[in-house]
């Protein structure tokens, strides 16, 4: 492989020695908040008092106080609340309690890149996004292994902010699997185009023709359900595991002919040049735009998807399938 990928022994935890705030209990917050810990670093959890996020985190043995106060007394500030709400927590009860030479760490770019946030210039600002949901960092770290992840410097004004990214990723076990260095632009754009066209958009779509055009057709529902939803899983996990070529391989014959030679026919040259439609409007911040003001509104649009989804046929033929499947959960 040519592309360097950090591993073990390019990263110092002591390159972030000092307190560390992790900002956020939640899928994230509470993974690197108990592998940081775990890794032998200095944590304090920052959380509103007396809320769910506060509770769990005394529970789990850690140090909790008030966002302000956990900033005030790092050296080193993860921010781990939903994107959404991190304008306002910065404005209000982070910025005011940064210092000089302090860092702040991200999971993902989207208000730097966008310009939400903008940090003074005498901080460290960098990224450590951990490519997989919470519980599989902390499960993974657990078992002695660890989740990839990307890093990226936005700012370095102490000329160790490197050291200072790879030594977290190492304190929440990234560096067991492998890190790769990217940008804030480059994290941001790729991440919101691929769950717009590929991980979240594109594979429901996918499901719900395959699904409909089979019940137009007069199938029934349920085998429609097993045949574009269920098994789903099976041939994903095969990809996963292996490759395209691992998968074609553990299918029959027929279903590796069936394929190659009909995919083009649904996911034809019209897909890629919708796919780069999505993309421009991802680079040139009009997406970014109306995810902003959507927010501002109070999520108008977005609850009518929701109910809008929620109303599919899919949704109630899978309901009552999964009931006699308790195993899947
Ligand atoms: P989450 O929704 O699971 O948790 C958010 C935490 O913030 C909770 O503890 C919640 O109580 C707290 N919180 C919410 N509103 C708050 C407020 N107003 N003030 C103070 N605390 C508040 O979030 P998450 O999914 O862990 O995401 C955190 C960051 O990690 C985001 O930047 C996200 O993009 C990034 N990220 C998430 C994943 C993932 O799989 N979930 C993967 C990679 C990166
Ligand atoms: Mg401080």
Redo the contacts with the bound molecule.
């Keep these: 492989m040519n592309k360097k990928i950090y591993q073990k022994e390019d990263a110092e935890l002591d390159d972030i020695e000092g307190k560390i705030a992790v900002l956020?209990?939640?899928?994230?917050?509470h993974a690197h908040a108990q592998n940081l810990d775990n890794s032998g670093l200095d944590v304090v959890v920052g959380?509103?008092k007396g809320?769910?996020?506060w509770q769990e985190a005394k529970k789990d043995g850690l140090e909790v106080k008030k966002?302000p106060k956990a900033v005030k007394e790092s050296k080193h500030i993860s921010i781990?609340?939903?994107?959404e709400?991190q304008p306002e927590?910065y404005s209000e009860k982070i910025e005011p309690n940064i210092e000089e030479n302090d860092t702040l760490i991200?999971?993902?770019g989207f208000n730097i890149h966008y310009n939400q946030i903008r940090p003074p210039e005498n901080t460290d600002v960098v990224m450590v996004?951990?490519k997989g949901?919470?519980h599989l960092v902390r499960r993974t770290y657990e078992a002695g292994n660890g989740t990839p992840a990307l890093f990226a410097i936005y700012q370095d004004f102490t000329n160790k902010a490197k050291q200072k990214a790879l030594a977290y990723s190492k304190g929440i076990g990234c560096t067991r699997a492998g890190v790769l260095e990217t940008t804030f632009k480059e994290e941001t754009e790729t991440d919101l185009f691929g769950e717009q066209v590929d991980l979240c958009g594109g594979v429901t779509e996918l499901i719900k023709s395959t699904f409909e055009t089979l019940v137009e057709e007069g199938y029934q529902p349920e085998v429609a359900y097993f045949e574009s939803l269920h098994e789903l899983k099976l041939i994903v996990d095969l990809i996963h595991e292996s490759g395209l070529r691992g998968m074609w391989s553990s299918v029959s014959n027929t279903a590796e002919y069936g394929g190659l030679s009909r995919r083009e026919k649904v996911i034809d040259e019209n897909v890629k040049e919708n796919m780069k439609e999505v993309l421009d409007e991802i680079q040139k911040g009009e997406f970014a735009r109306e995810w902003i003001l959507e927010n501002q509104a109070n999520l108008p649009s977005l609850e009518k998807l929701r109910e809008k989804e929620k109303e599919h046929k899919i949704e109630e033929v899978g309901k009552e399938l999964r009931e006699i499947m308790p195993w899947l959960d």
């Design positions: 956020g209990y939640g899928s994230q917050g959380a509103r809320g769910n996020s966002i781990l609340i939903p994107d709400v927590v991200f999971a993902h996004a951990p949901p919470g």
